[in-house]
């Protein structure tokens, strides 16, 4: 607990002087200190993921439940994600026929909402390497910016999107990276 405003902040535990002590601009940092400290005691770090696989030319739907009583502020989210080619895990780009990588009609791409508002997260579905890795990989490397405030037992839906042409089976993991606002008994 941070000491009231009658006492002091400076090491050694000396009382400041009555000039500060009546200062309207220390009492204020005092009381601006106090307030971070409590709302900190109640914000927990915490990563939620989700993970699932897709084969090609298939779109599934995958539930992410924020836990009953607390909220979730989300500050960043990642993803990893690679491919299965006859059973043996491999990253992109993938060749095509011609020996040629190609983007734009390979991969996975994810539709986001939010159950609870109805609101849509992404403007329909967009590549999944947009916010996850560079490019596609085993490992979650990047961390993009995302804040949003999911309420607790809100339901998150991604729906995946395989756009491998090929019957590829792409695995995936989504990570919403921030803190539980834990709501006072």
């Known amino acids: 607990m941070l000491p009231n405003r009658r006492q002091t902040l400076a090491p050694g535990g000396s009382q400041l002087t009555s000039e500060i002590v009546g200062n309207p601009v220390f009492e204020s940092i005092t009381q601006e200190l106090s307030h ?14 989700v993970s699932g696989n897709v084969i090609g ?13 607390a909220d979730f502020k989300c500050k960043w989210i990642t993803a990893s994600m690679f491919s299965y080619d ?13 020996g040629v990588t190609a983007w734009a009609a390979r991969g996975l791409s994810v539709d986001i909402t939010d159950s609870r508002s109805g609101n849509k997260l992404t403007s329909g579905f967009v ?6 890795t560079p ?48 709501t006072p008994a």
């Open 36 to 49: 971070m400290r409590e709302v900190q005691a109640q914000m927990v770090p915490y990563i939620y993921v």
């Open 127 to 132: 590549p999944m390497e947009l916010f996850g």
């Open 135 to 182: 490019g596609y990989g085993l490992n979650f490397q990047n961390l993009f910016p995302w804040n949003y405030l999911f309420m607790q037992n809100n339901k998150v839906k991604f729906d995946i999107r395989n756009r491998d042409a090929a019957i590829r089976t792409h695995e995936f993991n989504i990570a919403l990276i921030g803190a539980r606002i834990l």
């Open 57 to 69: 030319q298939q779109t599934n739907s995958f539930i992410l439940t924020v836990e009953q009583g």
């Open 86 to 98: 006859a059973g043996n895990a491999t990253t992109f780009p993938v060749p095509n026929a011609l």
